[in-house]
């Protein structure tokens, strides 16, 4: 099976990430030997973004890396 990495960098977006991973998943689950990850890098996000994503690590694969 072949694996796609999606990366994205977030900064105050938690009124979005749900949505776009949803997306992401329904869209890959539709290829056929496919898997993926999703990696987010937070760029100085203050908002509720990072708690989110750690909430749907439970349900999909996500990767936080936090930049300081």
């Known amino acids: 099976m ?5 990366v994205f960098s977030f900064k105050n977006e938690e009124n979005n990430l749900e949505e776009l991973i949803k ?4 869209s890959v689950k539709k290829l056929k030997n496919y898997n993926y ?3 987010f890098v937070n ?3 203050d908002d509720n973004s990072e708690k989110i994503l750690e909430n749907l690590q439970k349900t999909y694969p996500i990767t936080i890396i936090n930049m300081n």
Do not use: H, N, Y
Not at 23 to 26: A, G, I, L
């Open 23 to 26: 997306r992401v998943d329904t």
């Open 2 to 6: 072949k694996k796609i990495s999606f």
């Open 37 to 39: 990850e999703l990696i």
């Open 43 to 45: 760029d100085a996000s």
